[in-house]
C-alpha cells in the first residue's frame, strides 16, 4: 500500500504576486512605521498599485497579510531577492504594521 504524501496548506492564487507587489519598496527603504504608512498610501492610492488593487479588495489584501503573518506559508525573504538583507521577523513586522495602517486607513498628514 503507497502512502500519500500530506500536501503543504496553499496560499491564495495571488499571494506571491500580492508580497512581491508590496515588498518591493522594501529593497530601497527602512523598514519604519512611517515607510509602512507611505507604503499604506501607495497601495490605495497610488497608480503604481492598481494592478495590486484591481486583483482584490483592500480588506482581502490586510486579511491575506494578516493570515500569513500568524500562520507562515513559507520565507517573506524568499518572495524578492534582496530581501535577505532584512530578517524574517523585521519583514513579518514591517508587513503587520503596513496591515495595520492600511485598515485604519491611516495617511500621513
Given amino acids: 500500500m503507497s502512502k500519500q504524501r500530506e500536501q503543504p496548506?496553499?496560499?491564495?492564487?495571488h499571494a506571491a504576486i500580492t508580497f512581491r507587489h508590496i515588498l518591493?519598496?522594501?529593497l530601497?527603504?527602512?523598514?519604519?512605521?512611517?515607510t509602512a504608512r507611505q507604503l499604506?498610501?501607495?497601495?490605495?492610492?497610488?497608480?503604481?498599485?492598481?494592478?495590486?488593487?484591481?486583483?482584490?479588495?483592500?480588506?482581502?489584501?490586510v486579511n491575506q497579510m494578516r493570515e500569513e503573518i500568524?500562520?507562515?506559508?513559507?520565507?517573506?525573504q524568499m518572495v524578492l531577492p534582496g530581501l535577505e538583507q532584512h530578517s524574517e521577523k523585521e519583514l513579518?513586522?514591517?508587513?503587520?504594521?503596513v496591515a495595520e495602517s492600511l485598515s485604519r486607513g491611516e495617511s500621513l498628514e
Avoid at 28 to 34: A, E, G, I, Q
Avoid at 40 to 59: K, Q, T, W
Wanted: charged share 10%; no cysteine.
Fill in 40 to 61: 499604506a498610501n501607495a497601495i490605495r492610492s497610488s497608480p503604481a498599485y492598481a494592478s495590486l488593487r484591481s486583483l482584490m479588495p483592500l480588506n482581502e489584501l
Fill in 92 to 97: 513579518r513586522a514591517f508587513l503587520s504594521m
Fill in 24 to 26: 518591493y519598496g522594501v
Fill in 70 to 76: 500568524a500562520h507562515p506559508t513559507g520565507q517573506i
Fill in 28 to 34: 530601497f527603504y527602512p523598514l519604519t512605521p512611517h
Fill in 9 to 13: 496548506p496553499q496560499q491564495e492564487p
